[in-house]
């Protein structure tokens, strides 16, 4: 394995190379993301800090992907901008349908789909904080804009940022007619369709709609009904309205609807000889890491395979802003997210109907955002604003359960949680002395959470039809009114700039970050049901350095840091007794922990028609604090020994694109990347079946363009990787985990107007 993976990276080094930029002009709404340097690499405009300014002058360690290079790329989602940063980890946990996306960067994230959990990753997309993991995974249709801001970023985007945050924004309408359609076929029967046109109505008002279509067979072959295992279709529409009634303001509207339906995930079961459903039920796996089905891309799952799972997502957004003179604007943003799903999933992943859960769920959020905005080249540039905050869940939860007693129990439990939050925000830059740059920022955030909870009678099934319900369990859950709770932060930030030249600098900073609390989403007892669990905060110390030197050929960014968690949350495996399943999921604060590495960037143009681009991150995270039932004795341990999920030591990317020209108004260009992520574990329990080892992801393409007309031939995962993306123990019951998508190539038809 070793050496065909060197060969393929061998391959893919040689054939890496980066197409020369060309002009992407800054939009007055801070859209787009390049300006032309004439003879070097082009400088990159972000709006991390919700203003616009060079990349090179955010005193912060982020990332960014251009308009113009997305263009070039073949994205699905999220997971694939993993690769345009160091220290990220992004996966599918494959535990509902659409997506449910497990981001982590420096070490910190979640991966668990109940929305009772909040992210700790925030994903921004044109301005609204998506507060769910499901529905993050968002598609990579009409993105105009990535960037990775890694560290806390608790002044101007929040709670639930401690480990950063993903800020996607989309072009806004044009004037002019312009557009592009794309075609593309793949491995595994994979269509997709997605096209995006915009143009002036009148004078003051343009129109951009856009659309897409997705089918796939999938990359999981289930055995048990011998067909594919993963096939899913995706709708979306978008349309966005550009208004610009009077000089100095513009309102800007859009809508989105989105639907998947699809086969639920397939889990594969990784049993060890003394797990219950191997003892019992004779599910065992035939070697350690080896699912019981034999092969990690086959399912022996005998759950629907009907298309049955959907997932459909409603977002509007309004946008206002009114430039005050040369320097200042107001904006103000309003988000409306609803999202419903429903899902009949096997998390057993055997022939038998051991543990299956049917989970309908529906999100609500709404927001809104006013702030002020200072640019210019004065002294003094700031940025202040206001947020509220409005969400509602709800869960309709059964499982399916046939190992914990008749031959089938049935236990419901229906889960509502409410969340109120409000927050002032600022943070200003003052230039001190000449090229000596202070930045100050602070956030006060007020959060009121609320959830109720009730178990409904219990059913014995014999056949799979009702029979005579039976008493609720004693123990179980029976709640009249919501419980309540509240928690507020004061979340600084602090940092020093100074410009050596115009094209070197170096800062230091430190930030807070902070993590809502909360109340267990799939409790089993009346205490877990009550009882809240607390906030988190992370402190971060961060020390680094900007530079473009050889004349604008080379970009090289820096940084160095040393983060510190308090009361981080946990989410155990506990026993509890007198249940329908004898356990239940707990998040606790249990532990403190202290997270510390580097990380570098680099861009370089060696000669014409040749980019080169890389980064480097290393990581070492460790428990320094961490008490707790682990192991599900009864029995609080020291858990210090065990490893963070989701934080290997290395993470690396190196790749390029070369263009040159083949004739008259046609040009080729070859691209390829290596992504390694170190080995990292998957569960709490550091299972050592669900173990990753160090993976090379290897993408790379082949295109020719004709005029407006484009030809790609591409790959992606090329060396095959079946890391896990997500691993869970139900200790001494049974585990399961899911693959990383495989191989896969195809071919993409590109026209643009």
């Given at each position: 394995?070793?050496?065909?993976?060197?060969?393929?990276?061998?391959?893919?080094?040689?054939?890496?190379?980066?197409?020369?930029?060309?002009?992407?002009?800054a939009q007055d709404n801070g859209d787009a993301v390049q300006e032309d340097t004439p003879g070097g690499l082009n400088v990159i405009v972000v709006t991390a800090r919700k203003r616009e300014e060079s990349m090179q002058d955010v005193?912060?360690?982020?990332?960014?992907?251009?308009?113009?290079?997305?263009?070039?790329?073949?994205?699905?989602?999220?997971?694939?901008?993993?690769?345009?940063?160091?220290?990220?980890?992004?996966?599918?946990?494959?535990?509902?349908?659409?997506?449910?996306?497990?981001?982590?960067?420096?070490?910190?994230?979640?991966?668990?789909?109940?929305?009772?959990?909040?992210?700790?990753?925030?994903?921004?997309?044109?301005?609204?904080?998506?507060?769910?993991?499901?529905?993050?995974?968002?598609?990579?249709?009409?993105?105009?804009?990535?960037?990775?801001?890694?560290?806390?970023?608790?002044?101007?985007?929040?709670?639930?940022?401690?480990?950063?945050?993903?800020?996607?924004?989309?072009?806004?309408?044009?004037?002019?007619?312009?557009?592009?359609?794309?075609?593309?076929?793949?491995?595994?029967?994979?269509?997709?369709?997605?096209?995006?046109?915009?143009?002036?109505?009148?004078?003051?008002?343009?129109?951009?709609?856009?659309?897409?279509?997705?089918?796939?067979?999938?990359?999981?072959?289930?055995?048990?009904?011998?067909?594919?295992?993963?096939?899913?279709?995706?709708?979306?529409?978008?349309?966005?309205?550009?208004?610009?009634?009077?000089?100095?303001?513009?309102?800007?509207?859009?809508?989105?609807?989105?639907?998947?339906?699809?086969?639920?995930?397939?889990?594969?079961?990784?049993?060890?000889?003394?797990?219950?459903?191997?003892?019992?039920?004779?599910?065992?796996?035939?070697?350690?890491?080896?699912?019981?089905?034999?092969?990690?891309?086959?399912?022996?799952?005998?759950?629907?395979?009907?298309?049955?799972?959907?997932?459909?997502?409603?977002?509007?957004?309004?946008?206002?802003?009114?430039?005050?003179?040369?320097?200042?604007?107001?904006?103000?943003?309003?988000?409306?997210?609803?999202?419903?799903?429903?899902?009949?999933?096997?998390?057993?992943?055997?022939?038998?109907?051991?543990?299956?859960?049917?989970?309908?769920?529906?999100?609500?959020?709404?927001?809104?955002?006013?702030?002020?905005?200072?640019?210019?080249?004065?002294?003094?540039?700031?940025?202040?604003?206001?947020?509220?905050?409005?969400?509602?869940?709800?869960?309709?939860?059964?499982?399916?359960?046939?190992?914990?007693?008749?031959?089938?129990?049935?236990?419901?439990?229906?889960?509502?949680?409410?969340?109120?939050?409000?927050?002032?925000?600022?943070?200003?830059?003052?230039?001190i002395v000449d090229r000596l740059t202070l930045t100050l920022g602070a956030r006060y955030t007020k959060d009121k959470k609320s959830s109720i909870v009730n178990d409904l009678p219990i059913f014995i099934y014999g056949t799979l039809?009702?029979?005579?319900?039976?008493?609720?369990?004693?123990?179980?859950?029976?709640?009249?009114?919501?419980?309540?709770?509240?928690?507020?932060?004061?979340?600084?930030?602090?940092?020093?700039?100074?410009?050596?030249?115009?094209?070197?600098?170096?800062?230091?900073?430190?930030?807070?970050?902070?993590?809502?609390?909360?109340?267990?989403?799939?409790?089993?007892?009346?205490?877990?049901?009550?009882?809240?669990?607390?906030?988190?905060?992370?402190?971060?110390?961060?020390?680094?350095?900007?530079?473009?030197?050889?004349?604008?050929?080379?970009?090289?960014?820096?940084?160095?840091?040393?983060?510190?968690?308090?009361?981080?949350?946990?989410?155990?495996?506990?026993?509890?007794?007198?249940?329908?399943?004898?356990?239940?999921?707990?998040?606790?604060?249990?532990?403190?922990?202290?997270?510390?590495?580097?990380?570098?960037?680099?861009?370089?143009?060696?000669?014409?028609?040749?980019?080169?681009?890389?980064?480097?991150?290393?990581?070492?995270?460790?428990?320094?604090?961490?008490?707790?039932?682990?192991?599900?004795?009864?029995?609080?341990?020291?858990?210090?020994?065990?490893?963070?999920?989701?934080?290997?030591?290395?993470?690396?990317?190196?790749?390029?694109?070369?263009?040159?020209?083949?004739?008259?108004?046609?040009?080729?260009?070859?691209?390829?990347?290596?992504?390694?992520?170190?080995?990292?574990?998957?569960?709490?329990?550091?299972?050592?079946?669900?173990?990753?080892?160090?993976?090379?992801?290897?993408?790379?393409?082949?295109?020719?363009?004709?005029?407006?007309?484009?030809?790609?031939?591409?790959?992606?995962?090329?060396?095959?990787?079946?890391?896990?993306?997500?691993?869970?123990?139900?200790?001494?019951?049974?585990?399961?985990?899911?693959?990383?998508?495989?191989?896969?190539?195809?071919?993409?038809?590109?026209?643009?107007?």
């Amino acid at each position: 394995m070793i050496d065909r993976v060197k060969h393929v990276s061998l391959l893919a080094v040689a054939a890496a190379t980066v197409w020369p930029t060309t002009a992407v002009h800054a939009q007055d709404n801070g859209d787009a993301v390049q300006e032309d340097t004439p003879g070097g690499l082009n400088v990159i405009v972000v709006t991390a800090r919700k203003r616009e300014e060079s990349m090179q002058d955010v005193p912060a360690s982020i990332s960014a992907l251009s308009a113009e290079e997305l263009d070039k790329r073949f994205d699905s989602d999220v997971r694939d901008f993993a690769d345009s940063s160091p220290n990220i980890v992004i996966d599918d946990t494959q535990q509902g349908p659409g997506g449910v996306a497990a981001v982590y960067i420096r070490g910190i994230g979640v991966a668990d789909v109940e929305k009772s959990v909040d992210p700790a990753v925030g994903v921004v997309f044109d301005d609204i904080y998506i507060g769910q993991s499901s529905g993050s995974l968002l598609r990579a249709i009409d993105i105009d804009r990535v960037e990775v801001l890694r560290g806390p970023q608790g002044t101007l985007f929040g709670r639930n940022a401690t480990g950063g945050v993903i800020n996607i924004a989309r072009s806004r309408p044009t004037y002019d007619l312009s557009g592009k359609a794309r075609l593309t076929y793949g491995r595994f029967d994979s269509w997709k369709i997605e096209g995006v046109a915009s143009t002036g109505l009148t004078d003051n008002l343009a129109i951009k709609l856009s659309a897409a279509y997705e089918k796939s067979d999938g990359y999981i072959y289930n055995a048990f009904y011998d067909q594919p295992g993963q096939r899913s279709e995706f709708y979306a529409l978008s349309g966005t309205l550009l208004f610009e009634p009077v000089e100095n303001l513009t309102i800007q509207l859009s809508y989105d609807h989105q639907k998947t339906e699809q086969d639920p995930p397939q889990l594969l079961a990784i049993n060890r000889s003394t797990d219950l459903f191997c003892v019992v039920y004779n599910q065992c796996s035939p070697a350690p890491g080896v699912p019981t089905s034999g092969d990690r891309y086959v399912s022996i799952s005998d759950g629907r395979l009907e298309k049955n799972a959907t997932f459909k997502l409603d977002m509007a957004i309004g946008k206002a802003t009114y430039e005050i003179g040369s320097d200042m604007q107001v904006d103000y943003i309003f988000g409306w997210l609803k999202t419903d799903e429903e899902i009949n999933q096997d998390f057993d992943a055997a022939p038998l109907t051991l543990y299956h859960t049917d989970r309908p769920a529906r999100w609500r959020q709404t927001t809104n955002e006013l702030r002020l905005t200072k640019g210019g080249t004065g002294p003094l540039t700031f940025v202040l604003g206001g947020y509220l905050w409005d969400s509602r869940y709800t869960i309709n939860l059964k499982n399916y359960i046939g190992f914990a007693g008749p031959p089938l129990l049935t236990s419901a439990q229906d889960v509502t949680q409410t969340n109120k939050s409000w927050a002032i925000y600022g943070e200003a830059d003052y230039e001190i002395v000449d090229r000596l740059t202070l930045t100050l920022g602070a956030r006060y955030t007020k959060d009121k959470k609320s959830s109720i909870v009730n178990d409904l009678p219990i059913f014995i099934y014999g056949t799979l039809v009702e029979q005579n319900p039976i008493a609720t369990l004693p123990g179980a859950i029976s709640m009249a009114t919501p419980v309540r709770e509240s928690w507020s932060k004061f979340t600084p930030r602090v940092s020093l700039r100074y410009e050596f030249t115009d094209d070197v600098m170096a800062y230091a900073l430190w930030s807070r970050g902070y993590r809502g609390g909360g109340f267990n989403g799939r409790p089993s007892t009346i205490g877990a049901a009550t009882i809240p669990y607390d906030p988190e905060t992370l402190d971060n110390y961060e020390a680094g350095f900007k530079a473009e030197l050889a004349n604008g050929l080379v970009r090289l960014n820096g940084a160095v840091f040393l983060m510190k968690y308090d009361d981080m949350q946990q989410d155990l495996d506990v026993p509890a007794p007198g249940t329908s399943t004898g356990r239940e999921n707990r998040t606790i604060n249990a532990s403190s922990a202290e997270l510390k590495g580097f990380e570098l960037d680099l861009t370089a143009l060696p000669f014409d028609g040749f980019t080169l681009r890389g980064n480097l991150g290393y990581l070492d995270a460790e428990y320094k604090d961490f008490v707790g039932d682990i192991f599900s004795t009864g029995t609080p341990v020291d858990a210090t020994f065990l490893d963070i999920r989701r934080a290997p030591k290395w993470t690396w990317s190196l790749g390029g694109t070369y263009e040159t020209e083949i004739g008259e108004n046609a040009t080729a260009w070859v691209t390829g990347d290596i992504h390694y992520i170190g080995a990292h574990e998957i569960t709490f329990l550091n299972n050592p079946n669900l173990r990753n080892d160090g993976q090379y992801l290897i993408d790379a393409s082949i295109n020719v363009r004709f005029d407006r007309t484009t030809v790609s031939l591409f790959g992606k995962n090329l060396a095959d990787e079946d890391g896990w993306t997500i691993g869970y123990d139900v200790q001494g019951i049974w585990s399961y985990g899911a693959p990383r998508p495989r191989r896969t190539w195809g071919v993409a038809l590109t026209q643009t107007f």
